[in-house]
């Protein structure tokens, strides 16, 4: 089970403010270690007939610094303390995990349209295309990480911390977002994660929102906005998000509609 909070960022100037959030060395009683940042390329899949969306699962392949991956989630339930947690299924990429990840699917009567008879374990793009899933998703995320360690050494892992500037693709069209996600790494560290985010909206107030949709989510209720041609106005000319869009894409979402 994955376990993850999600702030988004709201501010005139995005950059800026997750410019100060990875400046922080500590929240609380915690320590923030820095680590690479990374950039992460990620392709979301589905049928033609969307089964998967149906069943509140998303299929992605990920990319980061030449490794790829194949990833698997299940419908997030929400927590008390404000969280999601959902299945996932993440391995590297390779035959094997293809496979883990079709029997899954399987398991929920979910069947990939076309058989593959060829598996290249260096364009698991390719695979998905033959399989006849298409692209519902694509996006990059500029991902700087910090580790939230703790415990009497000091240096126990709790949780990972990651300020993500996230570039949604839209055939020629980008949009960006802004948001700070903090992940569980060890059992039990929901309490750990309630403090940071507690600690990270008393200090950044309004420019931090909690969010209960996953990056997918909100990118297709980005990509409804721009087919409405109503997206324009909520962009600035960076093409960030303005504050006032995530009330847009909340009521979409809220809706159904995306």
Not at 25 to 54: C, E, M, V, W
Not at 129 to 151: C, D, I, K, M, P
């Amino acid at each position: 089970m994955e376990i993850e909070a999600t702030l988004i960022i709201c501010s005139a100037d995005p950059r800026e403010a997750a410019r100060k959030i990875a400046a922080l060395t500590s929240i609380g009683n915690y320590r923030l270690q820095a680590q690479d940042s990374q950039t992460i390329h990620d392709l979301y899949f589905d049928t033609p007939d969307t089964a998967l969306k149906t069943r509140n699962l998303s299929l992605r392949i990920r990319e980061i610094g030449g490794k790829k991956w194949i990833t698997l989630k299940g419908r997030s339930q929400r927590s008390d303390w404000g969280g999601v947690e959902r299945m996932e299924i993440e391995e590297p990429w390779s035959e094997s995990a293809l496979t883990g990840v079709a029997t899954e699917l399987m398991d929920r009567n979910i069947r990939m349209p076309h058989k593959s008879h060829e598996f290249d374990v260096g364009e698991p793009v390719d695979v998905m295309f033959r399989l006849g899933l298409e692209v519902v998703q694509h996006r990059e995320t500029h991902r700087e990480v910090r580790n939230v360690v703790g415990g009497e050494t000091g240096n126990f892992i709790l949780a990972e911390l990651a300020i993500d500037s996230v570039v949604y693709h839209f055939n020629d069209r980008t949009t960006c977002h802004h948001e700070v996600e903090i992940e569980a790494k060890v059992k039990d560290a929901s309490p750990v994660l309630r403090t940071v985010i507690e600690a990270l909206i008393a200090m950044f107030g309004p420019t931090l929102r909690r969010w209960d949709y996953s990056k997918l989510a909100t990118g297709k209720a980005i990509e409804t906005l721009l087919s409405e041609g109503t997206l324009d106005r909520l962009l600035d000319a960076s093409n960030n998000l303005k504050p006032a869009a995530y009330d847009k894409i909340a009521h979409l979402l809220e809706q159904g509609v995306a």
